[in-house]
């Protein structure tokens, strides 16, 4: 228990850690406060405004006639102030001019230009901008007179309106002049960044300034107002420099990872830019988030650190392990022993789950989620499902590590399988020489019987004997329906036996008169039957699909069977009789031919090209396989008696009418 108060008090205090604010930052006490302030310091700005201000004029007139030596400062600052004023008309167009004269020698175009532009432009504005320089110096720093909280206030105010046209000028001015040297698409971007951060600290500095001369009590305003002005020069940094096309160019062009990236900067670049954002509003000192974004980053780069290096050990493991279990031949990989495949597949899932569960040590470690020892015995032994036990009224729990103690039988039924296989059933099989249909089926059958053994025993070590019944039922339903093929054509073996519809020798042919599943019956097996076809390769088909076809079988009654008919054009001409009389002669003549039947010879259509002839002639049943041959033979001998005899054979004939079109001329 003690344990278990302290593990929780130190995740308390680490979570208490990453949440606690930096000590400067702004409170929420301050903020809410703020619009209460701003409606207090616009009221003394009412009364500043609405008040005349004859009497600080009168004031400054008593100070400077009174004193002597107020005047006299006052002369000698004013005298300076025009020598300066002056010195700076003479020296700032001198200097811009050199600084151009240089960067053309020496480089550093941009910087120098800028410079240069920056001096041009107070040039051009000199007399303004030192009037309100000189302005702001004495009523900043009061070296002469004693200034009013109210022309301070007023003179801070009216700063803002004039200072924000000055900042617009020179940004234009300076765009205009350094256009050359920035890109077309730079020019807009740098244009309204430099135009809201100018403004920016325009207005905040100024307001802040005046805000602090009217304000008697504690106000947290001024800080919010640094910490706005951090947060803008921040954002505004980020804006200036992390467009969408740097980015893209920055990140190397080689590699999957890299292309994926810059598909998703390219796509998602306005939801990155709003994370960078949010992290440097809470990570600014002001926002007093910082610690919580460091930690974040951290925890963020090393889970990418781990996830990679993870996806790179499996597919290092995954390929330079296939090396163990194969071998690299001419015709590609071969297994180095039995089973190898399953091997290779059972070590590439358990690498991957060991990788997994270290992978997610370190991840847990790296967002402050120690694990230890204890905690991975706990989650071994969660009760996942309670389940009844071998005893009456014994309740055994399912947890992660019976899992896991019955997955490792499984592997172990297999393991064992394999070994008996190897070093048992495969001596046996060279002793005895056993056909290598029989050694697989036997193979098969003793690893299965092997692995339902173990699985048996696995269920009984961990508590769950009384399933085991359960578990052969499935089996017995599996194995029912696995069996369900087989067991039709079991029956259909008999079914061939008793109709005698094929026989062994037999030539059939299924369905179809121009079927390919066609060939002699050399085997009648409970299975199947084996079809061995003329090119010398044979068929294995179920004895379920002879009994559901139809069969052409030529040997099915003894006796005879006409080969297939020929048919024959002759030209029209030739003399009809000769021609029966030419085929019935060369059909004598060729002893497979039987005299009866005798063979039939008729005319059965007037083509286009000539007479159309059917020849029909009879074989013994012995020559079934050989009908095709002796229709070759007679092909040959009517072709040479045709030649004989002058009969020529018809030709395709194809009649093209071409009718006269009249073609007028028409002017």
């Not at 167009?93 to 230009?113: A, D, H, I, M």
């Not at 460091?294 to 990418?304: H, R």
Request: hydrophobic share 50%; proline share 3%.
């Amino acid at each position: 228990m003690k344990q278990q108060i302290d593990v929780v008090t130190t995740k308390l205090e680490a979570l208490g850690g990453i949440w606690q604010r930096a000590a400067g930052a702004v409170t929420w006490e301050g903020i809410k406060s703020t619009i209460p302030e701003l409606q207090f310091f616009w009221e003394d700005l009412v009364n500043i405004f609405s008040q005349p201000s004859v009497q600080d004029v009168s004031l400054w007139f008593r100070q400077l006639f009174t004193s002597l030596s107020i005047l006299l400062n006052l002369l000698f600052i004013a005298l300076l102030l025009i020598a300066l004023y002056f010195l700076l008309a003479v020296t700032l167009p001198l200097t811009s001019k050199v600084l151009v004269k240089k960067q053309k020698k020496y480089g550093w175009q941009l910087f120098v230009n800028s410079v240069a532009t920056l001096l041009q432009f107070f040039h051009d504005h000199l007399l303004d901008i030192f009037i309100w320089a000189s302005l702001f110096v004495i009523i900043r720093y009061g070296l002469i007179l004693e200034i009013g909280v109210r022309a301070k206030v007023i003179f801070y105010l009216l700063s803002i309106p004039y200072l924000c046209y000055i900042a617009r000028a020179f940004i234009l001015f300076y765009i205009e002049n350094n256009k050359k040297f920035i890109s077309g698409t730079f020019q807009a971007r740098l244009s309204k960044v430099l135009q809201f951060f100018l403004f920016s600290t325009i207005i905040i500095y100024f307001f802040r300034e005046a805000f602090l001369i009217t304000t008697y009590g504690r106000s947290e305003i001024p800080t919010i107002l640094l910490a706005i002005y951090s947060i803008i020069t921040r954002a505004s940094l980020v804006f200036l420099i992390m467009t969408k096309e740097l980015i893209i160019d920055a990140l190397p062009s080689r590699g999957k990872i890299w292309n994926f990236a810059k598909e998703q900067i390219d796509h998602y670049y306005n939801l990155f830019l709003v994370v960078i954002i949010a992290l440097i509003i809470m990570s600014d000192p002001f926002v007093g988030y910082g610690r919580l974004v460091s930690v974040v980053l951290q925890g963020a780069f090393w889970t990418i650190l781990i996830i990679v290096t993870f996806w790179w050990l499996q597919r290092s493991l995954k390929q330079y392990s296939a090396y163990i279990f194969f071998v690299e031949t001419g015709e590609g990989l071969k297994e180095r022993f039995s089973y190898a495949k399953t091997w290779y597949a059972l070590f590439i899932v358990l690498s991957f789950a060991i990788l997994i569960g270290v992978t997610a040590l370190f991840l847990a470690k790296t967002w402050g989620y120690p694990v230890s020892f204890e905690s991975i015995r706990d989650f071994f032994n969660f009760e996942i499902v309670p389940v009844r036990g071998d005893a009456p009224g014994e309740i055994i729990s399912v947890t992660p590590r019976s899992i896991m103690v019955l997955i490792a039988f499984i592997f172990g039924g297999f393991f064992i399988a394999s070994m008996f296989n190897r070093y048992v059933l495969d001596r046996i099989y060279n002793l005895l020489q056993v056909d290598m249909g029989v050694q697989n089926t036997v193979s098969r059958i003793s690893s299965y019987f092997i692995v339902i053994i173990i699985v048996v025993i696995g269920l009984s070590r961990v508590g769950l004997g009384n399933w085991i019944p359960y578990a052969l039922g499935f089996l017995a339903v599996g194995f029912a329906f696995a069996i369900k093929g087989p067991a039709d054509d079991f029956v259909a073996y008999f079914i061939i036996l008793v109709e005698r519809s094929i026989k062994i020798g037999d030539y059939i042919r299924l369905d179809r008169i121009d079927s390919e599943v066609s060939g002699v019956v050399r085997k009648i097996t409970p299975r199947s039957v084996i079809l061995r076809k003329k090119n010398s390769y044979n068929l294995i088909i179920p004895n379920s699909k002879i009994t559901k076809s139809y069969i052409l079988n030529w040997n099915y009654a003894r006796g005879y069977l006409a080969f297939e008919d020929m048919k024959i054009v002759v030209s029209y001409d030739a003399d009809p009789i000769e021609v029966k009389d030419v085929f019935l002669k060369v059909l004598e003549e060729n002893s497979a031919i039987l005299k009866s039947p005798q063979p039939i010879i008729r005319i059965t259509n007037f083509a286009l090209n000539g007479y159309q002839f059917m020849v029909r002639g009879y074989v013994s049943s012995s020559n079934v396989l050989n009908q095709w041959d002796i229709c070759s033979d007679i092909r040959f001998a009517v072709t040479q008696a045709f030649k004989k005899h002058g009969i020529k054979l018809a030709v395709p004939v194809c009649d093209v009418k071409l009718e006269s079109v009249e073609i007028k001329k028409t002017k």
